[in-house]
């Protein structure tokens, strides 16, 4: 989870001329870099600065001081998976209502020029990229609640047209959806796929437009059309091919941090995972299989217990299942029917997903007899692991391979 710091002041200081100077913020994080308060990765660059305050920053003499006291506050960002957005796209500009006049010509004509178009505004879908902040790619966190199209130009004498207005750029992860009312727009399950969701107005016409054989003088030039304004429902469902499921504490994240480099906090309480994560196991072959973390579910999930089902919406589109069972508790293969059921009151279309059972934590005392009562219990494909001592961990990542090369494409759409 990402974490941003805010200024409830903007810090002042105090120079050697006496001269007070207001701080920035992008200065008040560069001080508090140079005091240890904040990483290295929220250091913002020189260029930020105004000019005395960069001048007055690499002098950094003990003459200056700070007046007001830098509060420096963490504020958490929020995995955020559903956003009600309003979209408003621009106007379109005026048409011109104007006549030649030169010297010489003094009855020249109309030459208001046409106005031009409003800016639509487009969603587009991102694919993680190295100079996007983490943030913005696995979740809505930084998308708005509300967008306005950029208005056109109007347009003026001399025949001159206004320019049409360039279009405003919702930028969403991957695997978002937009619907209005319920209804699905767009599903934007590709890198740089882009949905319109609302069209610009397009611009008035001058009074150049209006000239006729009947009307050599017209005066009349209409306004810009409004743009198109929408209220729509963003709504993400994480991109994996596959999905560990499991009852908290199973070992899911400890899964995933042993097949993948991704870092989910492991914890020895139960719920220690409250976002999906994603991690990317990577193949000799370069094949990328993403493989989603999940908060784990309880029995009575789908009534709402625990965290609920809402985090299955993130592996509706995996194609492959694995359910994590912890090995050192008896009976296992009830973990299974439990987590089974849980699911298929959600989806039974998922639960009908291609699935292997991982037999986790197999270095625990009793865990052998167990596998064995479990292997008895039930016909799937059982693969025994130890996420902490990495033992078998091999075999899953081939057993993944197996079951992701063996299954089609999920459909996309299955809400
Ligand atoms: N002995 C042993 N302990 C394990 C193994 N895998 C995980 N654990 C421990 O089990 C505890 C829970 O691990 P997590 O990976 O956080 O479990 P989780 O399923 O992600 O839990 P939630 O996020 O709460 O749903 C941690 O204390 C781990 O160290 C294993 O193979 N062997
Ligand atoms: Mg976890």
Known sequence: MGCRWRFPVLGMLRGRGG????????????????????????????????????????????????????????????FVDQRRVKVMAGSGGNGASSFLSEPRKEWGGPDGGDGGAGGD??????????????????????????????????????????????????FVPVGTMVREEGELL???SAHQQQYTVVHGGAGGKGNRFFL??????????????????????????????????????????????AISRARPKVGEYPFTTLNPHVGIVEYRDHLQVAVADIPGLVPGAHLNRG??????????????????????STRPWEQFHQLHFEIDQYSPQLASRAHIIVANKMDLPGATQNLEALKENLQHTVVPVSALTGDNIGELILHLRKMYDGEPQSSSESS
């Open 212 to 257: 006729s054989n009947e009307n050599r003088a017209p005066v009349t030039s209409t306004p810009g059309e409004k743009g198109q304004e929408r209220v729509i429902q963003l709504e993400l469902r994480t991109m994996a091919h596959a999905s560990l499921v499991g009852f908290p504490n199973a070992g899911k994240s400890s899964l995933l941090r």
């Open 307 to 328: 965290l609920g089902l809402s985090f299955l919406r993130h592996i509706e589109r995996c194609r492959v299942l694995l359910f994590v069972l912890d090995m050192s």
């Open 186 to 188: 767009a599903d934007l």
């Open 121 to 170: 505004v487009i969603i587009r879908g991102q694919a993680p990229q190295k100079n996007l902040s983490q943030q913005q790619l696995k979740s809505l966190s930084s998308v708005s609640a509300l967008y306005r199209g950029k208005d056109g130009e109007s347009g003026r004498s001399k025949n001159c047209f206004g320019k049409n207005a360039i279009p405003t750029y919702i």
């Open 19 to 78: 001269n007070v100077l207001r701080l920035s913020e992008a200065s008040l994080l560069l001080r508090a870099f140079k005091h240890r308060e904040v990483t290295a990765a929220e250091r913002p660059s020189e260029k930020k600065l105004v000019r005395p305050e960069r001048d007055e920053l690499r002098q950094h003499e003990p003459g200056v001081t700070l007046l007001s006291a830098l509060v420096l506050v963490p504020q958490t960002r929020y």
